[in-house]
């Protein structure tokens, strides 16, 4: 209360304290949004040498990183997948051998998706990996996330193309997932 009071007699009354309050309070927000505009700016910069060309700028993940100013570093990745998450070498729809046995097309769709989630985990791994580097921590609990997100968009068949946005370890991790419909391998040839 004592140092209000002073500053209040040095100003010349109560208004113009406050006034002054103000004027302080305002540069200080002025200077701390610049502050956070050049970092945006520089992390879309980065972004675009990268090859995004639609920054996730909607995205809450990317907001809260760029607002708080605590991203060192940007890695860039993308995944090609299918809606029907099928194996690409095993078509199920002609093939009528698993293994040795004789199955029917209901097993066969659920052999092909079986070993489509083992290779899918692997390949979305690997692709983390290489965008971010090999000492990437907490790379599964953010492949699981990804996986999530990718069946979201399988069940709903909507959606062509999704941006993942992460944040690990002061590493802006921006995804970018593209779906296509399956195609059997003779039909495509």
């Not at 009354?13 to 302080?24: I, K, S, T």
């Not at 078509?91 to 293994?99: H, M, Q």
């Not at 996986?147 to 802006?172: P, Y």
Request: hydrophobic share 40%.
């Amino acid at each position: 209360m004592q140092a209000f009071l002073i500053a209040e007699r040095k100003s010349g009354g109560f208004d113009n304290c406050l006034a002054l309050v103000r004027e302080r309070g305002w540069r200080c927000w002025v200077e701390s949004g610049e502050k956070r505009a050049l970092f945006r700016s520089h992390i879309e910069q980065l972004l675009r040498d990268k090859g995004v060309s639609e920054i996730p700028s909607s995205d809450p993940v990317y907001r809260s990183a760029v607002r708080q100013r605590s991203v060192e570093r940007v890695a860039v990745w993308s995944y090609a997948c299918t809606y029907e998450a099928l194996v690409s070498w095993y078509d199920p729809y002609t093939n009528e051998r698993i293994g040795t046995m004789t199955a029917g097309l209901g097993q066969r769709l659920e052999f092909s998706r079986a070993l489509h989630k083992s290779q899918e985990y692997e390949q979305l791994l690997k692709t983390l990996r290489q965008a971010v580097g090999y000492w990437y921590k907490g790379i599964n609990a953010d492949v699981r996330r990804i996986l999530e997100l990718i069946g979201a968009v399988r069940a709903s068949g909507r959606e062509t193309q999704i941006t993942a946005v992460l944040v690990s370890n002061h590493v802006l991790i921006v995804g970018t997932v593209l779906f296509s419909h399956w195609v059997c391998p003779e039909r495509s040839m």
